[in-house]
């Protein structure tokens, strides 16, 4: 699986950012998706995840109520829609791959990045204030 995320870029704090994250290579609704971002000098953060299907989905308690994970299996995409954005969410946005598509307890597992066995390239979001 080939992971390609894309949409980063700069907005001001209170704007809106929608990522995508395309994937080519094997069946996209086998896999669980997630995407993590990490900002200069700081460990990589979890942010949220979606399931195969896209019925369940999970989020970072500080990005919750902003942040919205979609997919659209026919398009083999995922989508983190982040609205009000802060100066504190500029980071690189990965998005990753895993292959607990079915499972849907996903508090349980999808916030730890060793979970994922793909890995997008990253793309910049920045937020000033």
């Known amino acids: 699986v080939q992971l390609q995320a894309s949409g980063g870029g700069s907005v001001q704090a209170g704007g809106s950012l929608r990522l995508s994250c395309a994937a080519s290579?094997?069946?996209?609704?086998?896999?669980?998706m997630g995407w993590f971002r990490q900002a200069p000098g700081k460990e990589r953060e979890f942010v949220a995840s979606?399931?195969?299907?896209?019925?369940?989905?999970y989020y970072a308690r500080s990005m919750k109520g902003r942040f919205t994970i979609s997919r659209d299996n026919p398009k083999n995409t995922v989508y983190l829609q982040m609205n009000s954005l802060k100066p504190e969410d500029t980071a690189v946005y990965y998005c990753?791959?895993?292959?607990?598509?079915?499972?849907?307890?996903?508090?349980?597992?999808?916030?730890?990045?060793?979970?994922?066995?793909?890995w997008g390239q990253g793309t910049q979001v920045t937020v000033s204030s």
């Open positions: 990753a791959a895993s292959i607990r598509g079915l499972a849907t307890i996903l508090s349980v597992w999808s916030h730890q990045g060793s979970e994922y066995d793909y």
């Open positions: 290579g094997r069946t996209f609704q086998d896999y669980a």
């Open positions: 979606i399931s195969g299907t896209g019925r369940n989905s």
